[in-house]
Each structure stands twice: as C-alpha cells, then as structure tokens.
C-alpha cells in the first residue's frame, strides 16, 4: 500500500473492532517480535499536560546524547507527528514500511485467532517496531486514554513513570470522580518504577500516594512550591527551581501558557533522577528554551494563537495564561460532543476578556453544531456571539476583523489542527 492507503486503512479500523485487554496487546508485540524488550521507556499518563512533558522529556534525552524514540496522541494534521525518532517525525516512506510489517503481524494473528488490535493498539505497534528498527535506546509514550487499561501498559518494566495533572475529563470511560479518573492514571504504577507525579487536588494525591505505596515503590510529588514563575517576556515564560542541583539559573519556555513550567518541572526531576550527577542541566535549558510544541499555546502568527484545550481544566490553565492587555482579545472556539463545553464556555465567558466570539462546527459527527454553542456562550456573555459552520470561514472571519486584538483558538486538538492547516492559505 501507498501512504494514502495506509492512513486510510488505519483509519478504518474502528469499523471493524473493539478494544481488546492488555494480554491481547502483549500478544501482539509478541508478533511483532517483542521490538519493546530493548527499549529503556519513560511511561506518562494524566489528563492535560502529558503531550508536553512527553516532548521535554524526548529533548533533554536527546541533549545527552541518546537516541530517543516519541509516542504522542492524538495528531493534528498527519498521522506521521505520532511517531518520531530523533526528535523527527517518520517519513511517509518510513511509515509505509512500518505498517506493512505491522500489517503482516496482524494477519498472522488474526490466523491464529486473535481479534484485530484497535485504532490505537495499531499505531503503537507500529511506533514500537519503528523504535526497534531504529534501535532506540530510550523511548518516551505518552497513553491515549486513562491508564490501567492503555495499550502502552502492555510494556511491563519501563524505566520510570510520570503523572501529570489529573482532571475531570473521559468520564464516560474512566469514572464521574476525580478520585476514579486518578485511580485508572495510577493504573500504570509498577513494582519498584519509580514514579513522579505533579501535585493535584488532596482526593487525587491521595489515590496515587496509596497505589505507589502498595506497589512498594519510591514516589515523588512535585508541587508548584519547586519553582517559581518569574514573569513572560518576548514571548517566553521564566522561572526558576529553588534548589541546589539547579542552581540560580533562570529556566525559559517558547511559549507563554502558565501551566507549562510545571510539566517542564515534573520532566526536568524525572531526568535528574535518571541522570543525578551525570546529568548536564545546562543542555536541559538550551534545549527546553529552543522547544516549540505545536498546537499548546503556539503563536501560529503574531498575535494568533491556538491551543489544545479541551476540557475544563486545561480551558480554566488557557484562561490563567491569557495576558491582561489593553489590546483586546477574539476567541475563536469549537468542541466536540462528549466533552463539557458548557463549562468551558462559561469558564472562558467569566476569566478572559473578549471583544466578541466566533463559534463553529468541526466536521464529522462528534461535531457541536455552532449554533448550540452560540446559545451555550450567550448564556454567560452579553458580548456580540458570531456563528460561522466553516472553520476556514471562521477563521477567516476572525482574522479579518481582529485590527489590533489577539485572536486565541481552542476547544479542540481538531480545531487546533486544522486552523493550523488553512492558517496560510487564508491569510
């Protein structure tokens, strides 16, 4: 098959399938000829923040030199972004050789009986055989959804596992609680890995402290007292880490979203436990400053933004990072069903200044339809509430008529990634 048939393929593979338990996906690397037994992997999960601290963790790796391979989720333009090795992604070349060697695993299994893996099983499957045959030395993946049950949880001795911050988000899948939600994350707690998580609400904490404590192994909190935000300048966020294997550095992100020293934080202690004295902080910082992660608060143009947030939390971590200007702000949104817009328009209504709303459709059936979003943010706005279906439109629209505002797009990694996509041909 050619790259467009391999896509194709992989996208229809939810037709056809469900989701099959951990024993299964063990099967299945067993067909692929167990590519993960080599592989030094830094396992993450949590709700908002894992994508970022996947890829700090890949740079510093990097910085000291080892060959790293990356698992993320979901893509917002190419099914290629979710595997990369080397800091790149793989090539469509490289992608249909993977996929046909996955392919041919599969087939044999389903001979032998086995159900076909799912969407997501499929594509990590391939990332572990691209790692493989790469020879990766260390690979970071990030889970897709939840934990205890996730693909990635198949690999049973990875090298350390990280938490980010938990919120209310999947509940369909992972329970109506914060409690159950950090309970299914600490799911991927192992036996004597160490593990380091990022300080949440008392009722998560807790979950994770008790799964880490009957797993028998060492656990590290890191709270937001292990660095300070120093302030945003030039379109960088600073700030510094009170202790001594730091120093007095001033640390810096490409990116001005006040939740991200945080995961750099939890990313960076995860490689000081790893590294300790070994470890060259000061490539960490020439590299994390350098380090742009599309689609999280990313300046696709000046002064337009868009962001991947998609649930209450991270939209309530968007609202903190939004700067009290004088210019003025658009806010250009859309979300898909299954997720709590109304809260997040409300949210969005009460914490950021805007001069008016652009509200659209995402294609496909998980869309909202614009016009219940005009009604949901009219319900907690009296600003002007503009419906446009087209999301090219919309943005369109919202850039056409910003004069000197910001224009900040969210509610989606899909909005993210097709705003991303039409940006050039629109302006």
């Given at each position: 098959m050619n790259y467009e048939e391999s896509v194709n393929y992989i996208l229809e593979i939810p037709r056809f399938t469900k989701k099959n338990d951990l024993d299964h996906t063990r099967a299945f690397l067993d067909y692929l000829g167990r590519p993960q037994e080599n592989l030094k992997v830094l396992h993450v999960a949590g709700t908002n923040g894992k994508g970022s601290v996947c890829v700090y963790l890949d740079a510093m790796l990097r910085s000291e030199g080892k060959h790293t391979g990356l698992f993320t989720s979901p893509h917002l333009i190419k099914m290629n972004e979710r595997i990369a090795v080397g800091g790149r992604q793989i090539s469509d070349e490289g992608f249909c050789r993977i996929f046909e060697e996955t392919l041919k695993s599969v087939r044999r299994m389903e001979k032998d009986g086995f159900a076909h893996p799912t969407f997501f099983e499929f594509l990590f499957g391939m990332a572990m055989l691209a790692f493989a045959r790469s020879d990766v030395e260390y690979a970071v993946l990030e889970t897709g959804l939840g934990g205890r049950f996730d693909a990635t949880n198949s690999v049973?001795?990875?090298?350390?596992?990280?938490i980010t911050s938990i919120g209310m988000d999947h509940m369909e899948y992972l329970?109506?609680?914060i409690e159950k939600i950090a309970s299914e994350k600490a799911g991927i707690?192992?036996?004597?890995?160490?593990?380091f998580y990022a300080s949440g609400s008392p009722e998560s904490?807790?979950?994770?402290?008790?799964?880490?404590k009957?797993?028998?192994?060492?656990?590290?909190?890191?709270g937001k007292d292990a660095y300070e935000i120093l302030g945003i300048e030039d379109k960088h966020i600073a700030f510094s880490c009170p202790n001594a294997y730091y120093g007095n550095t001033t640390?810096?992100?490409n990116n001005i979203a006040v939740c991200q020293p945080?995961?750099?934080v939890l990313a960076m202690e995860t490689m000081r436990y790893l590294f300790g004295e070994k470890g060259h902080p000061g490539r960490w910082r020439g590299v994390l400053a350098d380090l742009k992660w599309e689609g999280r608060m990313e300046e696709i143009l000046p002064d337009v933004y868009i962001d991947g947030a998609h649930n209450v939390s991270a939209v309530e971590a968007f609202s903190r990072s939004v700067p009290a200007d004088d210019k003025g702000n658009i806010i250009l949104f859309s979300a898909v069903q299954d997720k709590n817009y109304e809260e997040m328009a409300a949210c969005l209504c009460r914490n950021v200044q805007a001069d008016f709303y652009v509200v659209t459709t995402i294609p496909g059936s998980r869309g909202v339809d614009a016009g219940i979003l005009e009604k949901t943010f009219k319900r907690y706005t009296d600003r002007p509430v503009i419906v446009i279906g087209s999301v090219r439109e919309a943005l369109r629209y919202a850039l056409s008529n910003r004069g000197e505002r910001t224009v900040y797009c969210l509610g989606s990694l899909y909005l993210a990634g097709m705003i991303r996509e039409f940006i050039q041909e629109v302006v």
């Open positions: 049973d001795h990875p090298l350390v596992s990280v329970g109506n609680s707690i192992k036996r004597d890995v160490p593990l904490d807790r979950v994770i402290r008790e799964a880490a009957k797993q028998h192994t060492f656990c590290k909190k890191i640390w810096k992100l945080g995961n750099a």
